[in-house]
């Protein structure tokens, strides 16, 4: 067997911004598995395909979300796929819809620009409906918002009505807001 090596050193990326400001705990948890992942594949950004994966393995709300396991098990192995085949095309480049302004950072900040964008949209979310962090729904309903993201590509491969997705996604987050 032999074993991929990158040259990266086996170091995750720099903190997000968001990290502990504006996040819940599951949050956070979701976007240190998404460093760890982009680390493992040998991937020099945290891009959306890497948010969704640890999104999906991280938060039980968003895996009610997908409406039945078939399809939230092929979205799955969509995700594993990514470092034996299915996006290998991505590597060593940068994620970057331009469906939405993005977050700007210094090169190397370890965050594709849809990716930061994404995180905003979610905290965003959260704040218009008066809570402090955003959550897990929050960020899938913000990545199914993006139509050109690496998140959106691998859900559409895997047979998932984007628009019904983001829709459900939203009204969750929508009526626990109003609920509490």
């Not at 969509?78 to 991505?90: D, E, F």
């Amino acid at each position: 067997m032999q074993f991929r090596t990158s040259g990266i050193p086996e170091q995750a990326p720099p903190n997000h911004p968001w990290t502990g400001a504006g996040l819940s705990a599951v949050m956070t948890t979701v976007v240190n598995g998404a460093r760890r992942r982009a680390v493992r594949d040998g991937d020099r950004h945290v891009d959306t395909a890497h948010l969704l994966h640890s999104l999906v393995e991280s938060d039980p709300e968003v895996r009610e979300a997908f409406d039945g396991g078939p399809r939230l098990a092929r979205v799955l192995g969509y995700l594993v796929q990514r470092s034996i085949g299915y996006g290998l095309r991505w590597q060593g480049t940068q994620e970057d819809s331009g469906a939405f302004p993005a977050v700007r950072e210094r090169a190397g900040e370890g965050w594709s620009p849809s990716a930061a964008a994404a995180l905003a949209r979610a905290r965003r979310s959260a704040l218009r409906r008066g809570e402090l962090h955003a959550d897990g729904l929050d960020l899938l309903a913000a990545l199914a918002a993006d139509p050109r993201c690496r998140a959106v590509e691998v859900l559409e491969r895997a047979g998932v009505t984007i628009e019904r997705l983001g829709a459900r996604a939203a009204g969750r987050t929508a009526g626990r807001g109003r609920q509490g």
